[in-house]
């Protein structure tokens, strides 16, 4: 028998929020093993362009490899098709039969729009939920969002408030700032190593059309009036 707790996301970089997030749940609810699970294909759309998931998948595996009770799957990023939750759990459930407890964890603000989620109702028949809370987060927001019987199946982790991001991780790469001490130093590297979060290039037209501009001498009236 063993419990399991499953942590499932873009990781879009992984940071420390997430590994933080992870390890508090698990020794809160004495889990044998955290599994981090990179969705393949988001199943929302997401404001940006998001990583390819074999970098991904390579962040996170960088980022766990150092706890023993971290994992890492690509259950998601082989699937075809949009990463579903549901569809993950119910994997998971035929991979390990005699589970004695699933887990899947995620932060509180990500459960106020569980009604979003595909076969929200289904998600918990499959396991129970971990929400990790930070500092000012009202626990009534949830309970005005999902029925009791949801409620029942959701424990709260409240954690140390990091004020960490992926967006402001990508934010700040792209603005070719530091981002040591906001991920793991081996996540660091293999950012810095692919060229993750940087600008596009602009691409020159391969036959820019010629401007003509006039030319004017301020000495003349048309000068006067054309000056910028």
């Given amino acids: 028998?063993?419990?399991?707790?499953?942590?499932?996301?873009?990781?879009?970089?992984?940071?420390?929020?997430?590994l933080l997030m992870a390890e508090e749940a698990r020794q809160a609810f004495a889990l044998d093993q955290v599994v981090f699970v990179p969705n393949g294909r988001p199943a929302h759309k997401k404001a940006y362009l998001?990583?390819?998931?074999?970098?991904?998948?390579?962040?996170?595996?960088?980022?766990?490899?150092s706890n023993p009770c971290f994992s890492c799957s690509r259950i998601e990023i082989e699937r075809?098709?949009?990463?579903?939750?549901?569809?993950?759990?119910r994997a998971f459930r035929r991979i390990y039969p005699d589970l004695d407890a699933l887990y899947f964890i995620t932060g509180a603000d990500a459960v106020l729009e569980i009604l979003t989620w595909h076969e929200y109702d289904h998600l918990v028949r499959e396991c129970r939920f971990i929400a990790v809370t930070r500092p000012g987060f009202v626990l009534e927001r949830l309970s005005a969002v999902v029925d009791a019987e949801f409620l029942d199946r959701v424990s709260f982790?409240?954690?140390?408030?990091?004020?960490?991001?992926?967006?402001?991780?990508?934010?700040?790469?792209?603005?070719?700032?530091?981002?040591?001490?906001?991920t793991p130093e081996p996540v660091e590297a293999y950012i810095e190593q692919q060229g993750?979060?940087?600008?596009?290039?602009?691409?020159?037209?391969?036959?820019?059309?010629?401007?003509?501009?006039?030319?004017?001498?301020?000495?003349?009236?048309?000068?006067?009036?054309?000056r910028p």
């Fill in 1 to 18: 028998m063993q419990r399991l707790g499953i942590m499932g996301g873009t990781f879009d970089p992984i940071h420390y929020g997430h």
């Fill in 50 to 65: 998001v990583s390819s998931p074999e970098d991904r998948y390579a962040m996170t595996l960088l980022a766990t490899g």
């Fill in 80 to 89: 075809p098709g949009p990463s579903y939750t549901i569809d993950t759990l």
């Fill in 157 to 182: 982790l409240p954690i140390p408030g990091l004020e960490i991001s992926s967006t402001d991780i990508r934010r700040r790469v792209r603005e070719g700032r530091s981002v040591k001490y906001l």
């Fill in 196 to 226: 993750l979060y940087r600008p596009l290039p602009m691409m020159p037209a391969e036959h820019p059309p010629a401007l003509e501009v006039p030319v004017y001498s301020e000495e003349t009236p048309e000068g006067l009036k054309n």
